[in-house]
């Protein structure tokens, strides 16, 4: 016998072992399969615990014989949910995310064997907030809902983070809750699981919601859910699957009906007060156009792009969505000061802190604010916000004075507003706009440089900087088919925004809306697994204190092979909470010798290479060099190409 096939100490101890005692009950497992229940139970051998109590091993039989009260679905029947999954299927859509619970176990089944498991496909997620993150950057993507399953009233406290973040942000997501109305027939933990208002802790914070009592109501709901998310200002909804109507049969011949889907025209600017505007933008000397959520599709940018360049107006985009090509020449969001200091007619279209653009706060120990505009300068903003507003929540920002508002979508709105500036573009307005075009244009180039300068300051310095982490990034991926997934516009020192060419709408996404920590990692895989259809791919900046939120949706893109390249700007700290610290201590005279305290990510510091690994992803690092930089990447770009999530943890400067 072979060194190799010898058996070993362990095999002949667990064979002795089996000799000795398991094998004394053998013949329980090979009862017949006609053996009861009970009568395969008492047969079976026994293990006695610490404390002598003898608790029943369970056979073979005893797990193959169905339960003795066993009730199964009628062929004239079909379960509620299977009718739910139906109603799902006409919404179209693509994925369904999902922390497993057992209120909607019902439906949870009917999506895998009724539904097939396709469209939608069940994405599972460790977290629920992870799940509502996901469908968030999915949303922005690829401009359409995901639905999210939530699990009673715990499942929800969960997600209610994220779901906050979409809402601050306007964005839709199709929220399903399972609950158990009826008290008189809950399991134990349901009756901790469940509410008589199980949608009031996130009524605040959702645009709508509903409990239908049968299942023709549900589909009609779910339907109208649907509609409410979508149609500007959109937001999250949520629609409660009572659990009795998932689990209970009805009858095949009941007649149940599915709403046909139409989505509503989003609402345009007043012919009148659109003409108003184009007639202040045509005469004025210095307008600018500051955009935030305008975008709400590809068209969204190129109407931009149409407008700025028929006026030949700078172009300020707050980053909420991707607006506006970043080099493009009309873009001066880098030169924000100096174009608003010198505007004549502001016009804000879709914006959600119109105050801050023509205000500035001064955060001191005495706070005070002062007007950064001329006394004469002309304000309009064009935005669904106006249309609605809720109470508690305090999303909606400072109230600015205007000249003129109008209350439409901003997107809808572009067609009438440049057909009306073509009107009364006469020729000579239009030779005073190119040369003004080309003026910006000259400015914006100067501006351009500094910043590549500005970039290559400590090039080589550890821990790496900012500037080189992105620049080394962007060297490598900029001949692909690209979409930074991350969810800041200023990650990673705000290097991005500064030195690459974003021109097409989904390569920036925004930000997270209510700036909850927790959003960039899954808001990154749900956005990539939009992307993944698209081939393109799809990069994150991630910092490190977002990712210990909700490490396990690592484990969901390596799970559901969703390739993700994700780069650490990890500072070893929560920075930004390290600046306010700072600023207390100066405030009050004390130094900021301690002020690093409690928000740092050291002692020890968080290995997240070995942390991803661990979670099926190739990850390298963490790389302090910058010399080694540049070869990880290239090592992880090609396991992403390859159809796999990847880390590199790099070691970066605060800023």
């Known amino acids: 016998m072979a060194e190799s096939e010898k058996p070993d100490k362990t095999s002949l101890e667990r064979r002795a072992f089996l000799q000795r005692g398991a094998l004394a009950g053998a013949a329980a497992f090979v009862a017949p399969a006609t053996l009861t229940a009970e009568a395969a139970q008492a047969a079976s051998p026994a293990v006695q615990d610490a404390r002598g109590a003898r608790t029943p091993v369970m056979t073979a039989a005893a797990e193959s014989a169905p339960p003795a009260d066993v009730q199964v679905i009628g062929d004239n029947e079909r379960a509620g949910s299977d009718f739910m999954v139906d109603v799902i299927k006409s919404l179209n859509f693509d994925y369904?995310?999902?922390?497993?619970?057992?209120?909607?176990?019902?439906?949870?089944?009917?999506?895998?064997?009724?539904?097939?498991?396709?469209?939608?496909?069940?994405?599972?997620?460790?977290?629920?907030?992870?799940?509502?993150?996901?469908?968030?950057?999915?949303?922005?993507?690829?401009?359409?809902?995901?639905?999210?399953?939530?699990?009673?009233?715990?499942?929800l406290q969960h997600a209610s983070m994220a779901i906050y973040n979409a809402w601050c942000d306007r964005v839709p997501i199709v929220i399903v809750l399972g609950n158990h109305a009826d008290g008189a027939m809950r399991r134990g933990a349901e009756w901790y699981h469940s509410a008589q208002d199980v949608a009031l802790m996130v009524r605040d914070y959702t645009k709508w919601d509903d409990n239908p009592s049968s299942l023709q109501g549900w589909g009609d709901s779910a339907v109208r859910a649907y509609r409410v998310a979508m149609t500007p200002p959109m937001a999250p909804v949520v629609l409660v699957a009572d659990g009795h109507l998932q689990e209970e049969p009805v009858s095949r011949s009941e007649a149940l009906s599915i709403p046909k889907l139409t989505l509503p025209v989003p609402p345009q600017g007043d012919s009148g007060a659109v003409d108003e505007l184009a007639r202040m933008l045509v005469e004025a000397e210095h307008p600018v156009l500051v955009v935030d959520r305008l975008a709400r599709t590809p068209n969204g940018m190129k109407l931009l792009v149409e407008l700025a360049e028929l006026l030949q107006a700078p172009v300020v985009d707050q980053g909420s969505r991707l607006n506006f090509p970043t080099l493009h020449p009309l873009n001066h969001t880098r030169r924000i000061g100096a174009v608003i200091a010198e505007a004549d007619v502001i016009a804000g279209l879709e914006v959600a802190d119109f105050w801050s653009?023509?205000?500035?706060?001064?955060?001191?120990?005495?706070?005070?604010?002062?007007?950064?505009?001329?006394?004469?300068?002309?304000?309009?903003?064009?935005?669904?916000?106006?249309?609605?507003?809720?109470?508690?929540?305090?999303?909606?920002?400072?109230?600015?004075?205007?000249?003129?508002?109008?209350?439409?979508?901003?997107?809808?709105?572009?067609p009438s507003l440049i057909e009306a500036v073509r009107r009364r573009a006469k020729p000579d307005r239009r030779r005073v706009w190119q040369e003004r075009g080309a003026a910006l244009a000259s400015a914006n180039a100067a501006a351009l440089n500094r910043d590549r300068e500005a970039a290559s300051y400590a090039w080589d310095a550890t821990p790496i900087s900012t500037g080189r982490l992105c620049a080394e990034l962007w060297a490598q991926i900029k001949n692909e088919d690209w979409s930074l997934v991350s969810g800041y516009y200023s990650e990673g020192g705000g290097w991005p925004r500064r030195l690459w060419n974003f021109d097409k709408h989904y390569q920036h996404l925004g930000h997270a809306g209510g700036g909850g920590i927790g959003y960039g990692a899954p808001a990154s895989v749900g956005a990539a697994l939009a992307n993944k259809r698209h081939?393109?791919?799809?990069?994150s900046l991630q910092t490190d204190g977002d990712l210990m939120y909700a490490p396990g949706?690592?484990?969901?893109?390596?799970?559901?092979?969703?390739?993700?390249?994700?780069?650490?700007?990890?500072?070893?700290?929560?920075?930004?909470?390290?600046?306010?610290?700072?600023?207390?201590?100066?405030?009050?005279?004390?130094?900021?010798?301690?002020?690093?305290?409690?928000?740092?990510?050291?002692?020890?510091?968080?290995?997240?290479?070995?942390?991803?690994?661990?979670?099926?992803?190739?990850?390298?690092?963490?790389?302090?060099?910058?010399?080694?930089?540049?070869?990880?990447l290239a090592r992880a770009i090609a396991r992403v190409k390859a159809g796999e999530p990847a880390l590199v943890d790099v070691v970066t400067q605060v800023r």
């Open 96 to 155: 369904v995310c999902a922390n497993p619970g057992s209120s909607f176990r019902g439906l949870h089944e009917s999506i895998l064997n009724h539904g097939g498991n396709v469209r939608p496909e069940l994405i599972t997620c460790c977290h629920e907030e992870s799940s509502v993150a996901m469908a968030h950057g999915y949303y922005k993507a690829e401009g359409k809902p995901l639905m999210v399953m939530a699990h009673g009233t715990v499942g």
């Open 357 to 414: 653009v023509v205000n500035n706060l001064r955060d001191q120990l005495h706070r005070s604010t002062r007007r950064v505009t001329k006394p004469t300068v002309k304000l309009v903003t064009v935005t669904a916000g106006d249309l609605y507003i809720r109470s508690n929540y305090q999303d909606f920002y400072r109230l600015q004075e205007t000249d003129l508002s109008i209350a439409a979508d901003g997107e809808a709105t572009l």
């Open 535 to 539: 081939g393109r791919f799809s990069v």
């Open 553 to 632: 949706v690592l484990w969901t893109a390596a799970h559901h092979k969703i390739p993700l390249l994700s780069v650490m700007n990890n500072n070893r700290a929560y920075h930004q909470e390290v600046m306010h610290i700072q600023r207390m201590c100066n405030a009050r005279n004390r130094g900021v010798d301690q002020g690093s305290f409690g928000s740092e990510l050291s002692n020890p510091n968080i290995n997240f290479a070995q942390l991803a690994q661990s979670l099926g992803l190739h990850a390298e690092g963490p790389i302090t060099d910058p010399k080694a930089l540049a070869p990880a």
